[in-house]
């Protein structure tokens, strides 16, 4: 059974940082490109970060760059995301899906729909 699993959620204060990471079972993560993406109460899910297969390109939404890093241990078969000085607004589910058919991000990310695996989200809460 192919599964994602995320984990690392939580509630943490403004400023603050929180690693999240993507377990995947059933299958290897190596060949696919890995995305994270979020979804708020009322909004529609958008992609937050992707990394290629190597793990050379990365892509980020223009409202984390500079705050989140997505990087990957394929030998562990998982993907992480660090988000450093967490706002309010990054409070979301969170969850990391894979695209079996791209290596690379581009020109697929920050699309879900490119994306056929997903995890079952991570609520990560930025409040004080």
């Known amino acids: 059974q192919l599964q994602l699993v995320e984990s690392g959620g939580g509630l943490v204060q403004p400023g603050g940082s929180q690693r999240l990471s993507c377990a995947a079972s059933?299958?290897?993560?190596?060949?696919?490109?890995i995305g994270w993406f979020r979804q708020a109460p009322g909004k529609e899910r958008e992609g937050v970060s992707c990394?290629?297969?190597?793990?050379?390109?990365?892509n980020y939404a223009d409202s984390v760059k500079g705050r989140f890093t997505i990087s990957r241990d394929n030998a562990k078969n998982t993907v992480y995301l660090k988000m450093n000085s967490l706002k309010p607004e990054d409070t979301a589910v969170y969850y990391c899906a894979a695209d079996i058919h791209y290596s690379d991000c581009t020109p697929r990310f920050p699309a879900p729909r490119f994306y056929e695996y997903w995890g079952q989200g991570t609520q990560v809460t930025v409040s004080s």
């Open positions: 059933g299958f290897t993560l190596d060949h696919y490109a």
């Open positions: 990394i290629s297969s190597s793990g050379g390109s990365t």
